[in-house]
């Protein structure tokens, strides 16, 4: 780490102007280099955006050692949750519901920091409670104050973790739920569903990709919503064009890479790429497309999961011969074929 004189070194480029500045890097770095040795100094760096650090700090002998804090498990997430409530326990203002255990298991995904909002809002909607509307001033008698188990599941709902499943997006995508459409979609979804067991299940399979084709219209995208659902996985994710309008391709490109990175994170995860057509912006005319969008897609198909963790990867497009030309169907595992109704399942519907 030692040298009289450090020559510039070349670094990453900054992304989209949300890197760290030349000037300020060069400062950090000559920080930490130095001119002389610095004995029994421990250095340590934290952030939550490590792709956005620049790769000269990352080096050896700087910031060389990297040690990822992933998220608590359930047994974790239960001790985080009773070093929050012990005071709490101790000065009686738990009610006798409370089931911490319950809550450590419906906190799927939960940081130490969202875990302990929960605990405040739950405090807060107790405390509301003893509030009298009709004159504030009145003061709050706190051996009243009893957090009950609805306060806790309420602040669930207020306190939703930052990592994890997209349930509203998801629940947006089949608005009406699932309608009996015939035996011929029921069979499609139940074989969808399988996929999402065997990742779950078996261990030889930490990749599956599936591809749900067919005309505009044909409920491709609520069989993907409803399996990523009824899966129950910690992690669920749907791209669509949707949530990228205005972007460049780059930006896009890095978007769906960091949903793919964090799906990595999480022992069990969905991804639904929606529409992917539109996603590589797709022009019949011509035919025009985004050659970056859809190597990156490609890429990504077939990346396997780091060791431990699991994917399911399901694609939905209405344009198959498209998808099969550029060589994007070929890195899906399974292609199945979603049709339109008939007239008499149209009916029922």
């Given at each position: ?22 000037s300020?890097?060069?400062q ?8 002389e040795?610095?004995n ?9 955006r ?33 070093i ?5 326990k ?5 009610a ?13 995904n ?15 909607y ?6 009298n ?6 003061p ?18 207020e ?10 997006d998801?629940e947006?995508?089949r608005l ?32 599956l ?20 659902i ?8 749907i ?12 930006t ?8 793919f ?12 790429l ?18 970056i ?15 431990g ?20 169907r070929?890195a ?7 049709p ?10």
């Amino acid at each position: 780490m030692l040298s009289k004189t450090r020559e510039p070194e070349s670094r990453g480029s900054t992304r989209d102007g949300t890197g760290v500045h030349d000037s300020i890097v060069n400062q950090l770095l000559t920080k930490i280099d130095g001119v002389e040795a610095l004995n029994n100094v421990l250095l340590i760096g934290m952030t939550n955006r490590k792709d956005l650090l620049d790769e000269a700090l990352l080096r050896p002998g700087r910031l060389e050692v990297q040690v990822e804090i992933s998220l608590p498990d359930e047994a974790g997430r239960l001790q985080i949750l009773e070093i929050h409530t012990n005071k709490m326990k101790e000065n009686s203002f738990l009610a006798a519901d409370i089931n911490l255990s319950e809550l450590a298991a419906r906190t799927k995904n939960y940081s130490g920091a969202e875990l302990e909002g929960v605990v405040k809002s739950a405090v807060s909607y107790a405390f509301n409670r003893q509030l009298n509307m009709d004159d504030l001033t009145k003061p709050v008698e706190e051996e009243n104050i009893k957090v009950t188990m609805d306060d806790f599941l309420n602040a669930l709902h207020e306190v939703v973790p930052a990592f994890g499943a997209s349930t509203g997006d998801l629940e947006r995508c089949r608005l009406n739920g699932m309608v009996d459409c015939g035996v011929r979609h029921e069979h499609i979804q139940q074989r969808t569903m399988l996929l999402a067991e065997q990742v779950k299940l078996s261990k030889g399979s930490p990749l599956l990709t599936c591809l749900l084709e067919g005309p505009s219209g044909s409920g491709k995208t609520a069989v993907a919503a409803t399996v990523g659902i009824c899966s129950d996985f910690p992690y669920v994710k749907i791209v669509s064009a949707e949530s990228m309008i205005g972007l460049s391709e780059s930006t896009k490109c890095a978007h769906i890479v960091k949903v793919f990175e964090d799906a990595y994170r999480s022992p069990l995860s969905v991804i639904i790429l929606d529409d992917i057509e539109r996603l590589v912006e797709y022009v019949a005319i011509g035919p025009r497309f985004s050659n970056i969008i859809s190597q990156t897609l490609m890429v990504l198909l077939k990346r396997l999961p780091p060791m431990g963790k699991k994917l399911l990867v399901l694609g939905t497009t209405s344009e198959v011969g498209f998808l099969d030309s550029i060589g994007i169907r070929e890195a899906f595992s399974v292609t199945y074929h979603v049709p339109t109704l008939k007239t008499e399942d149209a009916l029922h519907a």
